[in-house]
């Protein structure tokens, strides 16, 4: 799976990927990382990225000309996503079905956004990690392509932990524990102690449901809409 950043600081973003599990994956070979800088494309003298906006308005666009020359170095079969607050929410639906892409090229905005004929023509999703405003697109792609690689083959030690993660089945991941069996007066429910998988699958399900119900309703409304129909 290659990963590819288009971004005026990479060095904010390559850190990411020399430590734990994600580190692993690219010394195995199972993700590959690459960056583009479109400052090496911008026929500027000063190699300026941005420009003021058309019409007026305050702040600066990352202009037209060194981002699309940027994104032509980038190979047709590449998939091409934009963090925009204005995109549709990134879910872990969308992670699971873009780890099976075998190019992502994440094009991260800066200053007030990209000269939208950029968007028009190069971009397959426009996502948004929420309903707040970032510096940069740096920070939401990384989130993105986390999501996405922990679903390619190999990244994880043990895949099986994928199938009760957050988000399995619209639930939250049930309560977890560890030793000690009591700390600070509380105590770890008794049926996670007695070695009885079926009674602990049961629970952990009962408890997902409590938490989902908690944290989540919206979710915990889907979860009830999808039980009905499928127990009538």
């Given amino acids: 799976m290659n990963f590819t950043f288009v971004t005026l600081f990479p060095n904010l973003i390559y850190p990411y990927f020399e430590d734990s599990i994600l580190s692993r994956a690219k010394e195995n070979k199972a993700i590959r990382i690459n960056y583009i800088n479109?400052?090496?494309?911008s026929l500027d003298k000063h190699k300026k990225t941005d420009d003021y906006k058309a019409g007026g308005g305050a702040g600066l666009l990352m202009s037209a000309q060194p981002l699309s020359d940027a994104l032509?170095?980038?190979g047709k079969e590449a998939y091409f996503i934009f963090p925009a607050?204005?995109?549709?929410?990134?879910?872990q639906n969308d992670a699971k079905r873009l780890s099976k892409k075998e190019h992502i090229v994440f094009v991260c905005g800066r200053y007030e956004g990209i000269d939208e004929r950029v968007i028009e023509t190069y971009a397959d999703e426009v996502f948004s990690v929420g309903d707040f405003v970032l510096t940069g697109g740096e920070l939401a792609s990384l989130c993105m392509c986390d999501a996405i690689s922990r679903m390619v083959d190999g990244v994880l030690g043990n895949e099986?932990?994928?199938?009760e993660e957050s988000f399995e089945d619209s639930l939250l991941e049930a309560?977890?524990?560890?030793?000690?069996n009591e700390y600070e007066n509380l105590t770890?429910?008794?049926?996670?102690?007695?070695?009885n998988h079926a009674i602990i699958s049961g629970l952990k399900n009962r408890m997902a449901y409590a938490k989902t119900c908690f944290h989540r309703p919206d979710l915990y409304k889907i979860v009830k809409?999808?039980?009905?129909?499928?127990?009538?």
Avoid: C, M, Q
Avoid at 38 to 41: E, M
Avoid at 188 to 195: A, H, R, T, Y
Avoid at 225 to 232: F, G, Q, W
């Fill in 38 to 41: 479109p400052r090496d494309f």
């Fill in 72 to 74: 032509k170095t980038v």
């Fill in 85 to 91: 607050p204005a995109g549709k929410s990134f879910l």
């Fill in 160 to 163: 099986k932990s994928l199938l």
């Fill in 175 to 180: 309560p977890s524990f560890t030793k000690p």
């Fill in 188 to 195: 770890i429910p008794s049926d996670f102690l007695k070695g």
């Fill in 225 to 232: 809409n999808k039980r009905h129909y499928y127990e009538k």
